[in-house]
Structure formats: C-alpha cells, structure tokens
C-alpha cells in the first residue's frame, strides 16, 4: 500500500519524494496500518515506489493488497492521472461500512466512483463481494485490468480466462461491451470494445490504445466507431471448425455435443452455415458458440412447421440451462440478449422472420451441406452478407 498512519494518526505517503527526503522525514518515525493498526515497514529502494508492508506473520485482510511494484505504479499512475484533471480523488481510501480499500475513489458530479487496477488474479467470489459492496453504498466500480493480463495473438483478438470476461462493463444499453487494461510500464491505457466471444478462451474486439496523458477520464466512456472487421477473423475460425479434426482433449460438454451430432446422423464438418454466428451476448452462455447454436436449430429451429409462429418464450424455456447467472457479470447494465440477437441474424439472412415482438416464424428451411466443400462456400456467403449487418453495440432492437 501507498499509505499509512504516522504515530500522529496522520494519513502519509511519500510520493514523488527522493531517496534522500524520505530518509531524512522517517528519522524516528513508525507507520502503522489504516485497517488492522499494526506496525507496517516502509520500503523505499532506488528503483521501487515508496511503499508500506505489513510483516511476514500479519494477519490483516489487506496484507496482500500490494500486488508488487507493477501494481502500485500503475495505481499511482491512474490516481495522478485524474488529479491532473482536477478530480478530488483519493488514494486507498477505507471504507469502513463496507471494509473495502478502493484503490482509488472519487466523485464526479453526483457519481461516486471506485476504481480498481487489478493486475494478479482474485477469486471470483472475492470479486463479486467487492462490487457487492460498491453497488450497495452507491459506489460505481470501474475496473482497470494490468496489461500483464492482456494476452494478445492476432490483432483484434484477446485470450480471456473467464475470469477476465467477469470484468466486461456496459453503463447502458447503448454501451459496448468494454475491456480497461493499463500499463505503468508503458503508460498506455487500453480499451477493448465491441467484444466478441469467438471460442472457448477467445475474445475479438476493437482495440484502441493511448498514451495515458493524452486520455482524459471522460474519454473512457467513448463508444469507438465499430467495424466489422472482426468477421474476418471470425470467418478463419468457423472455417477451423468446419474442417479441423477434434483435439485429443476434448472437454466433456464437447465430447457430448459429438456424440449427439452422431446420434443427428451429421458432423462438425457438415453443420449448416447459420451455425457458429457471432453475437454479444455470447459472454452470457456456458457453451462455445457452434454448441448452443446447433442445438437450437437441429433440435428446435429445423422441426418448426414453416410459416408458423412461434412465441420466443418457448425458445427461452428451451434454451434456459444453456445461460450463466447475470450475477457473474456485475459491471454489465442491460445484457444483450443472445438468443434475440441470434434471431435476428436468421431473420437478416431469410430463414425466420419476427411477427410480433414476442412471435417469429421459420420461413425458409435450413440448408444441410452435403459436403465440407459447399459447407465452407455458405460460410463465406454468409459471413460475406453479414459485413454488412450493424453489429455496433448488440442491440439491433427489432421494435424500432
Ligand atoms: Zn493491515
């Protein structure tokens, strides 16, 4: 931690200050923790942040708090950062009602917000009670991932733990969903819109990095313009999945999904093409995309008698297991509906059409391929098609 009390009971730290200074201010001086009061070390090398340990055999709540050098600079970086803007913000602050540290805190018109750079893993459960917390006492939290944890491949893709997915924000339904991630290394902030759950560990999304000073805070809550670009790469992986054999490992909820294929009489390779589509709200399911996909047009889509409506209750009812809790994504206002989303891109490539809001009706019937070869030639028409389709935020609201 950066802080600490003095025997005075004054909140300290010592940034910005050399090694010299620092010497000369902790002549006879004892620091003590603001949460647990226990006697904390000062520790102020030549080349760390000036900063505060508790003792090896501690027992404070926050002894691990400190998740190293990486972390307290960028910290600091942030927290400077908005000071530099002219945010009364402050540092670590404690919140005794809920026993919560923010890293940073502040108010912003009638809007208080926590911040937290979280650079090492936490525990899932750890995560939902902090923002728990915030949200009960009114607290907005906004997350900053540490660009240590931002494992990039190609451009525009991302390896994500479902941990990392957990950190997703939408402040509205006209949002996009947004990944924060800062380096003190480089001093890039980076935003990662227009998410894209593309496999089992694999996001897509819009990348836009800036150098943190010359970013101000409300730049954070700018929807960049969205491209289709990530269909691109979208269009790779549906042809991979077509046409790639099955690993060796397979998880058990694949293994199943094979062996129904087999039972359906078909194979990965021959699926129609409208399976494997991407949608928002993809983040919200337990399965990959091709799995749930392939059960709602084998089992569900391509028994519906055409021309028929069919109310999409049935639809969620069926699809209900298929869904994690909202609770597992607490920074997310309005989810998008991936079901919903998943029918209108069937509606914009002629096999269903909505008749009311609550009733749709299979028009067309759904095309088997009978070999791999037409099956990656509808791929790319469909995904050809759908360059054109405004993905933007996730909400292609049909009632407008
Ligand atoms: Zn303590």
Redesign the pocket.
Known sequence: MLSAYNQNGQLINFIGLTKPEINMRKQGQKYF??????T?ILKAGRKNIPHFS?LPN?D????HDGEGEYHEQGKLDLFQWLRNQGVQAELEKYLPLIKQRPDILFSIGNKTIAIEYQCAKLSMDDYLKRNEGYIQTGITPIWILGSNRMKRKKTGMLYSGTQERAFIHRFSSTFPLTLYFYCPNTKILSVYQHIQVVGRNRLLGQWVHRPLSRTSFKSMFQEHAPNNQFLQQWKKEKHLFRTKPPTLYQSREEKTWRNWLYIKHTHNSLLPGIIYLPVSGQYRMKSVPWIWQSRLCLDFLHSLPPFKATSLSVLFEKMDNHFITDASFPLITAPPDPLKEYLQLLEYLGFVTFVSNTEFMRINPINFPENVEEGLREDDLIIKKLEKYPFSSGVVSHDS
């Open positions: 923790c603001p949460i647990c009061e226990e904390l508790h501690s404070c709540p926050f002894q």
